[in-house]
């Protein structure tokens, strides 16, 4: 399974980035479905993300500047990054989840993947 993110940069206070998130590599169903952020020298933290009925769920932190949308036919994650500020200054990590039929009818396993992160710099 590969997990891959990009679009991350160098942007300015203000500025704006789009991340994008692919899965692959998966024989049964993995798809994007969120974003976290790990700034230097602190913990991973959730960004934004897709939970049940489509609906998603927002960092505090970002409400109101970031976007987090889909491509279900091409099965990318985007996030969409506005008004930055210094303090979104971190390596933006995307997760995937896999689902994998069980051997019992009606089972199933979830696993969850990440990709290598892509670096976002929002310079003062």
């Known amino acids: 399974v590969q997990v891959v993110e990009s679009g991350g940069g160098l942007a300015q206070r203000g500025g704006s980035l789009r991340l994008s998130c692919s899965a692959s590599?998966?024989?049964?169903?993995?798809?994007?479905v969120g974003w976290y952020r790990q700034p230097p020298g602190k913990q991973r933290e959730l960004v934004a993300e897709y939970i049940s009925g489509g609906n998603t769920n927002y960092a505090d932190s970002v409400k109101g500047r970031f976007t987090i949308s889909r491509d279900d036919t091409k099965k990318i994650l985007f996030l969409q990054l506005n008004s930055l500020r210094p303090e979104d200054t971190a390596v933006y990590y995307c997760?995937?989840?896999?689902?994998?039929?069980?051997?019992?009818?009606?089972?199933?396993?979830?696993?969850?993947?990440w990709g290598q992160g892509t670096q976002v710099t929002v310079s003062s």
């Open positions: 997760q995937a989840r896999e689902v994998v039929p069980g051997t019992v009818r009606g089972s199933r396993y979830e696993y969850e993947y």
């Open positions: 590599g998966s024989a049964f169903s993995i798809t994007p």
